[in-house]
């Protein structure tokens, strides 16, 4: 996972911008960060999360797919939740999810925005 700080006061910036492919793995990008809340642009092509992996964080994460596709799982739930453009979804806090599959044919451009009650 590489992580970069593209945080820019009043400075236009483009969500598609600086996306190179093919991806050797997801690139986390923040957008905007404060005491409670994180915003993310996260860049997956092909990616998944380990078999053995799985998501738990201490914040709720509220996600939104710009583009491309996705399979989320989450452990309490037996199917995979299919993540199309403009679909969005909050994940509670300690819930456990994976990345179980995102498309190769073109990069999956998320937002991610992390946040404490």
């Not at 809340?37 to 092909?46: A, F, K, Y």
């Not at 914040?59 to 037996?78: I, K, M, P, T, Y």
């Amino acid at each position: 996972m590489r992580r970069k700080h593209l945080v820019h006061a009043m400075k236009i910036q483009n969500l598609f911008s600086n996306i190179s492919t093919p991806l050797p793995a997801e690139v986390f990008d923040t957008l905007l960060q404060g005491r409670m809340v994180r915003l993310e642009r996260i860049v997956s092509h092909g990616q998944a999360s380990p078999s053995d992996f799985w998501y738990q964080q201490l914040e709720h994460e509220w996600v939104v797919l710009l583009s491309g596709s996705a399979g989320l799982r989450f452990e309490d739930e037996g199917d995979t939740v299919v993540l199309r453009p403009g679909d969005y979804l909050n994940i509670p806090a300690g819930t456990r999810h994976r990345v179980e599959w995102t498309t190769a044919q073109q990069p999956t451009v998320w937002l991610a925005l992390h946040y404490l009650d």
